[in-house]
């Protein structure tokens, strides 16, 4: 399995900007970096997916650097709502069927002080 | 609507039952999962279905034995139940190049 690498903890204030990073260097040409996050007493929750491409949606935006060897999860405005731990992921898909295996790591805790 | 559900939230049995957790999807998804969440927080994929076939069982038990009826259930069946079986057991929803959904989880204690 393709494995990332995340910082176990970060803190972020209140309506400031978070950067999350991840390192994949063994990251293979077509796989996927998927980012999914886990709320307190809950399941992991999509948050954002991408390929080679900087990605926006409405929860998050995803950098993928060049070499695809890296890439940051960025939270732009983050919320006391957003303390959870978040996991940096490569889609392995086993099957034809499209069968996701999603190696989860140990993820980064994020604090959010009021 | 919850997306995924999964029944009962807790469960509280002691060594040697057998035990089933339920899971319901209503995404209308093909492909159905079971993840263990262990003590030290590592979530780990357990079995794959997709349309009521086994598609990926990753080295759990015999003990364990999943149950697809239909495609919008998964339910697993946990035989002969040991202390390390305690976990917290998540179900999740998903097809091709789309994003996993997880249920909330069971919380299952053995004493």
């Known amino acids: 399995d393709a494995k990332t690498t995340q910082p176990n903890s970060m803190e972020s204030n209140e309506e400031e900007p978070v950067h999350l990073p991840c390192n994949h260097s063994t990251i293979s040409g077509t796989d996927y970096i998927h980012w999914y996050r886990q709320l307190p007493s809950q399941g992991p929750e999509y948050v954002i997916h991408g390929l080679t491409s900087n990605v926006n949606n409405r929860m998050a935006s995803l950098a993928i650097a060049e070499d695809r060897k890296s890439s940051t999860l960025i939270l732009h405005r983050a919320t006391l709502r957003d303390a959870a731990v978040y996991y940096c992921?490569?889609?392995?898909?086993?099957?034809?069927?499209?069968?996701?295996?999603?190696?989860f790591g140990t993820g980064t805790r994020l604090t959010i002080i009021p | 609507d919850t997306a995924v559900s999964q029944t009962p939230k807790y469960l509280v049995t002691q060594m040697g039952n057998d035990k089933s957790i339920k899971c319901e999807q209503n995404l209308g998804h093909d492909t159905m999962y079971w993840y263990k969440q262990d003590s030290k927080k590592f979530l780990k994929i357990m079995f794959s279905?997709?349309?009521?076939?086994?598609?990926i069982n990753e080295t759990v038990p015999n003990r364990f034995s999943p149950k697809s009826p239909d495609k919008a259930h998964l339910n697993l069946h946990i035989n002969s139940l040991e202390l390390g079986d305690s976990a917290v057991y998540f179900c999740?929803?998903?097809?091709?190049?789309?994003?996993?959904?997880f249920g909330n989880g069971t919380r299952l204690t053995v004493t």
């Open positions: 992921i490569l889609r392995d898909v086993v099957s034809n069927f499209g069968n996701e295996k999603l190696t």
């Open positions: 279905y997709n349309n009521k076939e086994l598609i």
């Open positions: 999740g929803a998903g097809r091709y190049n789309s994003p996993l959904h």
